[in-house]
């Protein structure tokens, strides 16, 4: 059996492989993990790894097979060459634990050879269609949601206006979430569009009811918070600060929520290949592991629940 | 409309005060909060709670309005004296945040009274039937697990056993969950009898395939530790050491898991009262919020997830 | 007696007015704090401070008396505003928690006044002459180092250069501490003039040794970091990420050292209050808490420990 | 070059020995470390340490090269076989990084041997002679510290009486910093006689003066504190809980400062080793890093700062 991180790092990706290892080997399978995300796949590079190997790296961020974005891999011949590289090792079986772009190329190596191939979601925005929640996503929210309680203490204290720009590639989910939890006074998603307008008169009212200080959580995916933030600042007079969070949110110690989900998709990822099922992508759904057709999983876009965003804007009242 | 805490404080129960009084608000009913528990309701002791003044609390640990655990109100009378009070401040409705005991409670007083009562499931323990996840629980795991990991720096460099006890009552919730996480190489709970014997064939047995040092957590329902600890150093001939984690697990900022499902439990609970539902408990199943009978919630065990049991001991070989 | 915080806010700033307060009616003396700075001397806007109103803030990040840049203090008649407002309120002292901003203020105001003015060091960034510390530096290093472990699970994962800004203003020390306990590979400060082509043979070298990921730490003193990080990229082939860990750097909970040099900085500054000292500064010289004129330590240039620098090298070989 | 890590671990051990490895290379040593403590010496178990093993390692807790408390090291013999070790090895110098009883064993094998030694001062018990910190000290202190103000959440809300035991071996050095800096209502040192009375006493009057809880920080060293937790609830009629931090005081990844302290000793160890200077400690005086006799640090008793504990009285008034 096989194993490959791919795409962005997140944060329970180790407890993943460490959970995809030992239950494998119970199954009495043997694992190779492929290093460098697709790209171990086209340079056939991997370890061996067992029970042992596999100690001590439950509670660490990264991965240790290390990952990459392999633009390369949407090309026909890159594909051509991992299949390859899967016959060559005697692989039955590959587990592809990443986000939406690992889950495509996962796809495509699919439909090119016959190896069974099941896609773990794994990653801090949320974004993978299917599964309510990846691995990674609860520890990002932590980190953000401590990061905001702390720069709301200088917000305060200067009764300044913050926007504090979060990850999430061109969805919504870490930054609602964050929102929600870090109690933001105004949550801007690229799934909602707004007008400027809009978030000054919120602002100027709020400032009218004596409230001084506030916290903007905007999505990286809503555009150039930069400029957002200038123009709060020209247009409602009062001090305006922007904070970008950043890579801390990919990295850290995972929860235990991440190493929970990590080892229970893990255990469902083995079940599956055991199975000699082809092309499955194992999710989290309505509180239950189960899995979906990758393709699915692929081509379906995630949707928002907007009701949080509206539940959102009654709580920072 | 009503709110109180009650029993073993947990880390979210300030942002559900604050989620029940925002979203009340929003829906034109006013709030008063009673302190101390049952007891403020026996000492008609409260306080008016507005959306300003429940203002920077949603990451604040323990509960604005105090909290106790009123052995009193299991009497007749106290339940009576309660009962005048929601009367004599037509409070309109109660939302009791709390756990097994407080529930208890609730029902009394509900069938005492006309007044629609519903209780909000906040306990490190994770025991109240109904609900898969209870306010705080995921802070307590992840405060637990943060700590372990830290003995385990102390585990390894000095090639020693160690049992940690951590909380949970009766039950096994807290200690099952946190033993999965933490990656501890065995797990005691209370539901599931163990012979001591078993314990040292393991310690022993990891010995010889090299691993000298481990970690057992333990709940504190399964009875004596210290005894426990004792009786595994002289059966092994290893460094044997008891760590109880303690009332740490109990405070500290919310995670913003437990923040989330305050806020999400808190707008059901606004809506059962605003719906005049008597004797309700607000409950997440399967992913989703919702509503079931107090009564039932009460009066029945919550089971326990022997698959976790069972995938743990694989993952720890 | 008088306390203001002014200036930037920083961690341990609440601990100090505690301190001042608390120590003060130790001695008899009644204590008024003054809001948002130096603007609360110019409105005459105050309140009462007791051993009871500072309860419970030991721990919390920012200043409960908040606080602001006030350009307007550097022109004489708002000086005279601020001299004649201690008049008023027969301030027999007034005790300055800030950084070098507001030691400049403190020192102007008591050049018009007769009133004893005492200043206390606190700023993230460490910048005050005289002292080896100031309050809150030791926790905005921590967070800073926390969020660098972070970013290179993902440095390391993904093999991968970071730029990580941090803060410090126009100097070098928290970059220059925060570089040397995270292990960066680099540290670049105000202080020391480098060439970018140095800084690119390092990582060539470095790269040529196998090492794949690293971390430089560059104050924000030291100009573009943004443009720098492009041209680590054009001119190294390499994967290069700019990380502005921002404001978390001033907030969050002081670290257990911030809160007792705070303690004990305030307790000197009440002592020399009560001696009617004029024009002090309290500071940490050889670990030992003192005080030096406010003057001295307004016109001097801190110097940098470039023997620090010199270590940090040898530490990342 | 030797080094070797003895006695309790603490964190920034790790620091301290990537800094002694990575500071004797750029001197042109070889290193080997010591495993398990001075059970490595005297089975003569080593491992070659080179810049490239070290790395990694800066941010953790715990020793790479384990420890042990080795009481066969008093005997005669045992000294006898460890100076074999380190003859038969060609090492030039071994610095030994661990406490008070760590520093006896390396004057013992000082004396025994002509190989220059150098104690580094590393435990969190910071009970070690003639430094004014040692590696991890800072690090428990702050790990003590969030704990306790966690457990303040829960004390505050069900208004109790805790009792906090901290570690400290037979001293109160880390009781003290810690009990000053969460802001401790009292703290029980072994340094400090006190009745019991007295305790019941101050709780009493705080109660009648309206302060319900309290947090107790109590040294291990003060004796059985169930059972003085059992007199005070007995003797004022409070509820009274005891909090047992423990192991967790060990762990977790080193405080910048903790990491700082472990390169600048371990900066000036390897300087001494160098000069072939004998029986040495390096040791924190006055904010400088210098070194005094080794025998000198192991045979003075460290004196207890009593004016913090004068400080703490007033500031929790």
């Not at 944060?11 to 119970?26: F, L």
């Not at 899967?86 to 692989?91: E, F, K, P, Q, R």
């Not at 191939?117 to 599964?131: E, R």
């Amino acid at each position: 059996m096989g194993v490959v991180t791919s795409g962005g790092d997140a944060p329970g990706m180790n407890a993943a492989i460490r959970g995809v290892v030992r239950i494998a080997y119970s199954k009495n399978f043997e694992v190779v993990g492929f290093e460098r995300g697709w790209e171990g796949l086209l340079t056939n590079s991997f370890r061996r790894l067992t029970p042992r190997s596999v100690g001590g790296i439950l509670h660490l961020g990264g991965t240790i097979l290390h990952t990459s974005r392999c633009l390369e891999f949407k090309k026909e011949e890159a594909i051509t060459k991992a299949a390859q590289t899967l016959a060559l090792n005697n692989v039955d079986g590959l587990i592809v634990i990443g986000g939406n772009g690992s889950f495509q190329g996962a796809l495509e190596l699919s439909k090119k050879t016959g190896t069974p191939i099941v896609g773990v979601p794994a990653s801090i925005d949320n974004d993978v269609y299917g599964t309510d929640e990846t691995i990674g996503f609860d520890t990002a929210v932590n980190t953000a949601v401590t990061e905001i309680d702390k720069i709301r203490d200088t917000a305060v204290s200067l009764e300044r206006i913050f926007v504090v720009e979060v990850m999430g590639r061109t969805r919504g989910f870490l930054a609602l979430t964050v929102g929600v939890t870090a109690g933001a006074e105004m949550i801007l998603i690229p799934e909602v569009k707004y007008e400027n307008e809009e978030i000054f008169k919120t602002i100027r009212e709020a400032k009218e009811r004596g409230k001084k200080s506030a916290i903007i959580v905007a999505a990286e995916g809503i555009g150039d918070t930069r400029q957002l933030a200038n123009e709060i600042e020209k247009a409602t007079d009062a001090e305006v600060r922007l904070s970008v969070l950043g890579y801390t949110q990919r990295g850290g110690n995972p929860s235990a929520r991440s190493r929970l989900l990590a080892s229970l998709f893990a255990d469902k990822a083995v079940e599956l290949i055991s199975e000699h099922q082809k092309s499955r992508a194992v999710v989290l759904q309505n509180g239950k592991i189960t899995s979906m057709g990758l393709e699915e999983s692929c081509v379906t876009e995630k949707p928002t629940d907007l009701s949080l965003l509206a539940l959102a804007k009654i709580l920072t009242t």
